[in-house]
C-alpha cells in the first residue's frame, strides 16, 4: 500500500455527498477513493492509500455520489486539489467547477499551462481533446439579428452552464436590486404619473436618495461642462478632431461662430487642430417611439466643439438633424437662453442612444460575448491563454442574456422608455452601428490617432486609458511570449487558430473590412489582439459603463427621450416649452432606475489584477501577474493624487473602479 495526500479546496462550505478521487498515472490508475461522505471545511486534508504508486500523476478524477440523503444531492464547488504523491511530489489541480446531479464527474489535469504541441502523453492529449468536445456542446453559438455578433444559445440564465451563472451572492443581489431599486430611490409613487415635470426643484427633490452628483447637478447647463462630457462623460469616443472643409450637410459660417472663436475665424481654428465634430447621423431617419400614448422625438445632430487658449472645450454651433434647412436652424451660444440650452438637451439624448447602444452593449457587452465564448469552445484549460482569459470572462455570459431579456427585448427598458425603441434599435442602429465597427476602433491608442485626439488637453479618458493598455499590455507580452517563442508556435497553434477564426466568423461576420485578423502568423499580432481584448472587457467597458448614474442621475443633463420635436424657429422656446420636452414624470423614474442599477457595484466584484483562481504555476507567469498588479496599485495612487486637483474627480480608470470583466 502506498499513501497519497489530498488537499481539498472549496469554495462551498459543505457538501451532503460522497465524493470520490481517482488517480490516474503513467503506469496505472487507482480504484475510486473516499474522501468524505461530508466535506465541512473550505480547506480539508486526505490521506488516501492506495494498492500501489500510479507512476507519474497526470490526471485526477473527482466524482461526487449521492450521499445517506436520498434524493438529495447538494451542488458542490471545487476550487482546486493539491495532491502529495508517495514519490514526495506536490502537485496542484485546478478545478473551479461545479460537481452536481448533471456533472458529477470531473477530470483535472496540473496546472502547468502547455501547448497542443507540447503534449507528449496520449492520455493528456486525450483528455485535452474531450474538453473541448464537452465545453463546445455546452457553449454553443446562436444568432441574435442580421448584422451583429452572435451571441450564447441561452435563453435564460437557467440555461448557461452553471460553471458560469452568477454566484450565489450576486444572484442575490441582483435578482433583489431589479424589484427593489424604485423602493431605494424612494420613487414608487411616482412609476405611473405622466405628468411633466413642473420645475428643477421639484425633480431636485424628488430625486433626493442617493443624490444625483452634486456637482454635475449644478454645472449640467454649462456650455464647458457640456463640452466636457464629450471627453470624461459616458461616451469619450464620439469626439473627433475635424481637420478638413466642414460637412456640407454642416453649412457652419465664419459670421455664427466668430465671437465664439474670440474673433478668429473658422478655417484658422480648423487647421491648428482646435474645432471638433460630433456627428450623430447614425439616429437619421428612426420614427420616435410611443411612451405614454406620446409620440417622442429623436434627433441626429451635428454638434460643433472649440478648444480654447483657456484649455476649455465648448460648443459653438449645433444643427440638430441631417439636412439644413429653413426648419433646421443652427443653434449657437448667442441664441436666447431656451433655444440654445434645448439644442444642447437633444444632442445630450442622441448621446444616450448612441452611448448605450452601440459604445456600451456593442462594443463592449456583446464584443465580451463573443471573445468568451470563443474562449470557451477553442481553448482548453491547460492553455496560457486560457489561463490568462478566464478571469475576464467573469459572469459576462449571464449579464448578457439578462440584458436581452429585461433591457432590449420586445418588453424591454428600451421599449418602453427610449425614444429610440426596441424594433429601430435591435433590427437597424446596432447593424448599422456593427457596420462601421474596426479593429483599430478597438484598440485605444490606434483610436486616439484616428480622431486625433492626441493634444487635446483634460482629456483624462485617454490619458488613463492609455495608461492601462500599456499596463495590459506588459503583462500579455511577458506571459505569451514565455510559452511563444517564435512566430512558428503561433502558426502551429490549432486551438489559438480555432479561437480567432470563431472570433472572425461569428464575432465580425467574417467582415475582411473590420481589419479583424482570421488568423495569426506573428506574436505581435496575438500580443496587441488579447490586449485589445482584456481592455475591451475591462477598462473600456468601465469607462462606458460606471458613470452612468453619475451623469443620468441629473435627467435634464442625459434623457432617455424627449416629447416635442426640434424647434424648427429660433426664438419660440421657453421655459414651458422646455419641461414639455422632457421626459414625463415615469419615463424619468423608471430611466433613472435602471442606470442606478447599471452603475451600482455589486459586493463581490473583481478588480482589475484581483484573481480568485490559481491558475499558474510557472514562475515567469506568476512574476508578470505580480508585476502587473503592482503597476495597477501604483496606477490607482498616481489617479488619487491627480483627482486632487479636479473639481469632478476622473476615477472610471482608476485600476481599483475597473473590473476584470463585463459583469454589470
Known amino acids: 500500500m502506498?499513501?497519497?495526500?489530498?488537499?481539498?479546496?472549496?469554495?462551498?462550505?459543505?457538501?451532503?455527498?460522497?465524493?470520490?478521487?481517482?488517480?490516474i498515472g503513467s503506469t496505472c490508475s487507482s480504484k475510486p477513493q473516499l474522501l468524505h461522505s461530508i466535506l465541512c471545511q473550505q480547506v480539508r486534508t486526505y490521506k488516501v492509500s492506495c494498492e500501489q504508486s500510479v507512476g507519474t500523476l497526470l490526471l485526477v478524477e473527482l466524482e461526487a455520489k449521492q450521499s445517506w440523503f436520498k434524493d438529495f444531492f447538494q451542488d458542490w464547488f471545487c476550487n482546486k486539489i493539491v495532491v502529495t504523491t508517495p514519490e514526495g511530489e506536490t502537485i496542484s489541480f485546478p478545478c473551479y467547477k461545479w460537481l452536481n446531479s448533471k456533472k458529477p464527474v470531473v477530470s483535472l489535469r496540473n496546472d502547468k499551462a502547455t501547448l497542443k504541441k507540447e503534449e507528449t502523453n496520449g492520455t493528456l492529449l486525450n483528455q485535452r481533446e474531450q474538453e473541448l468536445e464537452?465545453?463546445?456542446?455546452?457553449?454553443?453559438?446562436?444568432?441574435?439579428?442580421?448584422?451583429?455578433?452572435?451571441?450564447?444559445d441561452a435563453q435564460e440564465p437557467s440555461d448557461l452552464p452553471e460553471d458560469v451563472r452568477f454566484s450565489f451572492t450576486k444572484d442575490i443581489e441582483m435578482k433583489f436590486n431589479a424589484v427593489s431599486v424604485l423602493g431605494e430611490l424612494q420613487l414608487e409613487k411616482w412609476t405611473t404619473s405622466s405628468d411633466t415635470w413642473e420645475s428643477l426643484e421639484q425633480l431636485h427633490r424628488v430625486l433626493?436618495?442617493?443624490?444625483?452628483?452634486?456637482?454635475?447637478?449644478?454645472?449640467?447647463?454649462?456650455?464647458?461642462?457640456?463640452?466636457?462630457?464629450?471627453?470624461?462623460?459616458?461616451n469619450p469616443m464620439a469626439i473627433r478632431c475635424w481637420r478638413t472643409k466642414l460637412p456640407d450637410n454642416f453649412p457652419v459660417t465664419d459670421d455664427m461662430v466668430k465671437s465664439s472663436l474670440g474673433g478668429s475665424c473658422l478655417q484658422k481654428e480648423i487647421q491648428e487642430g482646435n474645432i471638433f465634430l460630433c456627428d450623430y447621423k447614425r439616429l437619421s431617419g428612426f420614427e420616435g417611439n410611443t411612451i405614454n400614448n406620446k409620440k417622442q422625438s429623436l434627433t441626429a445632430p451635428l454638434c460643433l466643439l472649440y478648444s480654447t487658449p483657456e484649455k476649455k472645450l465648448i460648443p459653438i454651433a449645433i444643427q440638430l438633424n441631417q439636412k439644413p434647412g429653413v426648419e433646421n436652424p443652427i443653434?449657437?451660444?448667442?441664441?436666447?437662453?431656451?433655444?440654445?440650452?434645448?439644442?444642447?438637451?437633444?444632442?445630450?439624448?442622441?448621446?444616450?442612444?448612441?452611448?448605450?447602444?452601440?459604445?456600451?452593449?456593442?462594443?463592449?457587452?456583446?464584443?465580451?460575448?463573443?471573445?468568451?465564448?470563443?474562449?470557451?469552445?477553442?481553448?482548453?484549460?491547460?492553455?496560457?491563454?486560457?489561463?490568462?482569459?478566464?478571469?475576464?470572462?467573469?459572469?459576462?455570459?449571464?449579464?448578457?442574456?439578462?440584458?436581452?431579456?429585461?433591457?432590449?427585448?420586445?418588453?424591454?427598458?428600451?421599449?418602453?422608455?427610449?425614444?429610440?425603441?426596441?424594433?429601430?434599435?435591435?433590427?437597424t442602429f446596432l447593424p448599422d452601428s456593427f457596420s462601421t465597427l474596426t479593429y483599430s476602433s478597438l484598440c485605444l491608442p490606434d483610436n486616439i490617432k484616428e480622431r486625433g485626439l492626441e493634444n487635446i488637453p483634460n482629456y483624462y479618458y485617454r490619458d488613463d486609458g492609455l495608461k492601462l493598455w500599456d499596463i495590459i499590455h506588459k503583462l500579455v507580452k511577458g506571459v505569451l511570449t514565455f510559452y511563444y517563442k517564435s512566430d512558428a508556435d503561433v502558426k502551429g497553434d490549432p486551438e489559438l487558430q480555432n479561437w480567432i477564426w470563431e472570433?472572425?466568423?461569428?464575432?465580425?461576420?467574417?467582415?475582411?473590412?473590420?481589419?479583424?485578423?482570421?488568423?495569426?502568423?506573428?506574436?505581435?499580432?496575438?500580443?496587441?489582439?488579447?490586449?485589445?481584448?482584456?481592455?475591451?472587457?475591462?477598462?473600456?467597458?468601465?469607462?462606458?459603463?460606471?458613470?452612468?448614474?453619475?451623469?443620468?442621475?441629473?435627467?435634464?443633463?442625459?434623457?432617455?427621450?424627449?416629447?416635442?420635436?426640434?424647434?424648427?424657429?429660433?426664438?419660440?422656446?421657453?421655459?414651458?416649452?422646455?419641461?414639455?420636452?422632457?421626459?414625463?414624470?415615469?419615463?424619468?423614474?423608471?430611466?433613472?432606475?435602471?442606470?442606478?442599477?447599471?452603475?451600482?457595484?455589486?459586493?463581490?466584484?473583481?478588480?482589475?489584477?484581483?484573481?480568485?483562481?490559481?491558475?499558474?504555476?510557472?514562475?515567469?507567469?506568476?512574476?508578470?501577474?505580480?508585476?502587473f498588479q503592482n503597476d495597477l496599485h501604483k496606477r490607482d495612487q498616481e489617479v488619487n493624487i491627480r483627482n486632487r486637483n479636479l473639481p469632478l474627480p476622473y476615477d472610471y480608470l482608476k485600476p481599483a473602479n475597473v473590473d476584470n470583466s463585463v459583469s454589470l
Not at 382 to 395: G, M, S, V
Open 2 to 23: 502506498v499513501g497519497y495526500t489530498v488537499e481539498v479546496h472549496s469554495t462551498t462550505f459543505f457538501t451532503l455527498q460522497s465524493i470520490y478521487i481517482r488517480f
Open 134 to 152: 464537452v465545453r463546445q456542446k455546452d457553449f454553443r453559438w446562436k444568432k441574435y439579428h442580421d448584422g451583429v455578433p452572435y451571441i450564447i
Open 208 to 234: 433626493w436618495h442617493p443624490k444625483p452628483n452634486e456637482y454635475i447637478r449644478q454645472h449640467w447647463d454649462s456650455d464647458e461642462f457640456f463640452g466636457y462630457q464629450f471627453l470624461n462623460g459616458t
Open 331 to 427: 443653434f449657437l451660444p448667442s441664441d436666447s437662453e431656451w433655444d440654445w440650452l434645448l439644442a444642447k438637451t437633444f444632442v445630450r439624448s442622441a448621446g444616450f442612444h448612441e452611448h448605450e447602444l452601440n459604445v456600451h452593449l456593442l462594443q463592449t457587452h456583446l464584443l465580451a460575448e463573443v471573445f468568451s465564448l470563443a474562449t470557451m469552445r477553442n481553448l482548453p484549460s491547460a492553455h496560457p491563454l486560457f489561463k490568462l482569459l478566464i478571469p475576464h470572462t467573469l459572469y459576462t455570459f449571464q449579464i448578457n442574456v439578462m440584458a436581452r431579456n429585461l433591457l432590449i427585448s420586445d418588453d424591454g427598458v428600451f421599449k418602453k422608455y427610449t425614444a429610440i425603441g426596441h424594433d429601430n434599435a435591435v433590427n
Open 503 to 627: 472570433i472572425f466568423v461569428y464575432g465580425f461576420l467574417r467582415k475582411e473590412s473590420t481589419g479583424i485578423p482570421r488568423s495569426f502568423s506573428k506574436v505581435e499580432e496575438v500580443i496587441k489582439f488579447v490586449t485589445m481584448v482584456i481592455f475591451t472587457v475591462s477598462a473600456q467597458h468601465a469607462a462606458v459603463n460606471n458613470g452612468q448614474f453619475d451623469f443620468g442621475g441629473w435627467m435634464p443633463n442625459l434623457p432617455t427621450t424627449l416629447r416635442l420635436p426640434p424647434p424648427k424657429k429660433k426664438g419660440e422656446s421657453t421655459l414651458e416649452t422646455f419641461f414639455q420636452t422632457l421626459p414625463d414624470v415615469s419615463t424619468t423614474v423608471h430611466g433613472l432606475a435602471v442606470l442606478f442599477l447599471l452603475s451600482k457595484k455589486a459586493s463581490d466584484h473583481c478588480p482589475l489584477g484581483v484573481y480568485t483562481q490559481d491558475l499558474f504555476s510557472e514562475a515567469v507567469a506568476r512574476w508578470h501577474i505580480s508585476r
